[in-house]
């Protein structure tokens, strides 16, 4: 290590003061030596936790991170950050915490970094909010760094019989890492390769095989070269990376979620990006990657497909191959010597699974500000529907009808009050989806919600509606039998309600009352609408 790096021009400028004695004491007392003092201080930021299977594994990785580290000539310090999973929370009132973690754990980890005087991060990240939210702090913090994401799960029905009941197929998880399919947590580990912040391939190695060892060992060392190269996320997650994200997502049928955490880390890093901008990229970039539930694939067939390197490679010119990636490459010097090796799972465009894009934005007078759907989930008969509104004032009402089995074919279920401020925290609605698919209405009965879905939602699930209804927006003003179309196509969200219906409607309307304690009354009050992104702005 050539340059004086950060930590040791800190002790240098301090050095007779009583805080560089505490300091180098408080280091013996953790068991430094004084070489180790004097190499940089790489924080390990791992998101380990015994509580859920997308990181219980995370403790071996740090540990081959760490070795990399000192491989090349670092000393790493290592600390956790919350990791709640939303599958724990589904259709309960844990969930209203999941997507606030986000800015919690941002949050934390610039806290831990800036009050320890760190020299260079290694990210150790894994499923739905937390791999966002650590990519948030690195834009924040703009120490170098590197992700390694902690990989998927086998795929859940490898040991199960064909006769096994669909749901349980759903539901088991057969491995540490994470679920595997195109849902928030692989989706989000692609969009962490394709912004050049992991290894090339890294994303779709799973959480049991060794290469994640070696990937992880390679990272740790990685991460000294780019502080001497003085290469930080700021230089890699550009406009450019962030377009580039933006294409895989959309040629991956990865879920809507990750339009919320683009437009979050978009904010983060002060780059102008706007919802529209997703449609826009939607319109001219195919869903080519079958990954499910957009198509019949696991993600181990996505990994040996090629993985994300396999999909940028039929993106081509799609993509700004000239974006700079952890590895001190561009993406296109990246992809030279790979290949993809199998073009039913990862297609040529000239051959997609669906000619648009995996997600659509839709506009119209029931969302103004706009609302998001995964279209490469929707069957062709759905994607124009209209029909009558069965309307539920939060998630809980909806999950009582669900689990009567009250809801008719043709229907439009609408949950509102679950947006960022309303629940307050976004839930995501998985638990009536999941009931839809038991009844085989996943595919006849259309969602409209001001909340979020899981990435494994099928059908007609249209979320993210904003203005959000606990703020009076046109969802508030929806009564049972009102008339909805959906034309995704058309990217239309309407209600069948004359202009001067829907201003008497909103006049009468009041917000529900409720009494918010703790963390979840500090998001609601600071947090901004999903069509921005969910960002907590003071």
Known sequence: MTKKIRSQVLLENVDRTATALVRRELFKCIGLTEEEMNRPLVGIVNSWTELTPGHVHLREVADAVKTGVRIGGGTPLEFDTPAPCDGYGNGLEGMKYVLPQRDLIADSVETMVLAHHLDALVFISSCDKIIPAHLMAAARLDLPSIFVT?????????????????????????????????????????????????????????????????????????????????????????????????????????????????????????????????????????????????????ILDIYKAGGVPAIMIQLGELLHGGALTVTGKTIAENLVGRWVLDEEVIRPRSNPFHAGGGIAILRGNLAPDTAVVKQSGVPESMLVHRGPARVFENEAESIVAALNREFKEGEVVVIRNEGPKGGPGMREILTVTEQLFQMGLEEKVAIVTDARFSGFTRGPAVGHVCPEAYVGGPLAAVRNGDMIRIDIPGRKLELEISETEMDKRLRQWHAPQRKLTGHLAKYAALVSSAHLGAVVRA
């Open 150 to 298: 902690g990989g998927p799960m086998l795929p859940f029905d490898m040991f199960l019989p064909k006769e096994a009941p669909r749901i349980l197929s759903q539901l088991c998880c057969p491995s540490a890492g994470a679920c595997s399919g195109m849902g928030t947590a692989n989706t989000m580990q692609f969009l962490t390769e394709a912004l050049g912040m992991s290894l090339p391939g890294s994303a779709t190695t799973h959480a049991v095989q060794s290469e994640k060892i070696v990937q992880a060992k390679q990272s740790g060392m990685q991460v000294m070269r780019l502080l001497e190269a003085e290469i930080t996320p700021r230089r890699i997650m550009t406009r450019e990376a962030l377009e580039n994200a933006v294409s895989v997502q959309m040629a991956s049928g990865g879920s809507t979620n990750a339009v919320l955490h683009i437009l979050a880390l978009a904010d983060e890093l002060g780059i102008e990006l706007a919802i529209d901008e997703f449609d826009a990229f939607s319109k001219r970039v195919p869903h080519i990657c079958g990954g499910m539930p957009s198509g019949p694939y696991f």
